[in-house]
């Protein structure tokens, strides 16, 4: 990864225990050898926890501070999102090693870098929402892009397209911009994400599917 460094392997086990779990907890809710609609639903968790992401900083914007979000439901979105994206890989048979390749740097990225840079260099915290903006953009289109490889593969349509290389660019942009959200509250993505499977491997959707209650 261009400037950034990942702990694949400790990744790779994660990726393995969730989509081991989520087997045990969901796979009688999916029609026989259908694992592609369950990387569809794991891209509408990616989603929806990509709006509260959003929602995270939105109560804060009226008062300039949109660099300053709730650090707890900021975090929490991020590491439910990798969650999910761990666990359609899985799905997928796609290993963390083929994702967290080195790629160039998306506009997002550099924009971010750049306003960063304004940023200090004015110390203007508009700027610098800016910056924290265009990650946040970024993020949105590459889910995007994770859901739309996803919903292709289920329909079987646009077989001329190869949707397998798109959601590997896409997930890779994923966890990139994840990485430097998390920068913005001082936390590690590791850390973060290794904290939220601790929780959800826990929980039993089939003993308890109100709750999951943990197990």
Aim: aromatic share 6%.
């Amino acid at each position: 990864m261009v400037g950034i460094k990942f702990p694949t392997e400790d990744l790779e086990k994660l990726r393995v225990a969730v989509g081991e779990w989520s087997t045990r907890n969901f796979s009688h809710t999916l029609p026989a050898g259908r694992s592609d609609i369950g990387m569809v639903r794991c891209a509408s968790g990616m989603s929806e926890e990509l709006s509260e992401l959003v929602q995270s900083c939105t109560p804060l914007v009226d008062d300039g501070l949109l660099s300053d979000p709730n650090v707890i439901a900021f975090e929490d979105a991020i590491g439910d999102m990798c969650i999910y994206s761990v666990d359609l890989l899985y799905k997928a048979g796609i290993s963390i090693q083929e994702v967290l390749v080195s790629t160039a740097m998306s506009r997002w990225e550099r924009s971010h870098m750049r306003l960063l840079t304004c940023s200090k260099r004015r110390l203007n915290g508009y700027v610098l929402d800016l910056a924290l903006g265009a990650l946040i953009e970024g993020l949105t289109y590459h889910v995007g892009q994770v859901s739309r490889a996803c919903l292709k593969l289920s329909q079987r349509v646009r077989q001329d397209e190869d949707h397998h290389k798109a959601l590997i660019f896409s997930m890779c942009n994923v966890w990139r911009l994840c990485h430097l959200l998390c920068e913005y509250t001082g936390a590690d993505l590791w850390v973060v994400v290794s904290g939220t499977a601790s929780s959800v491997l826990k929980r039993d959707w089939v003993a308890d599917p109100e709750h999951g209650q943990e197990s």
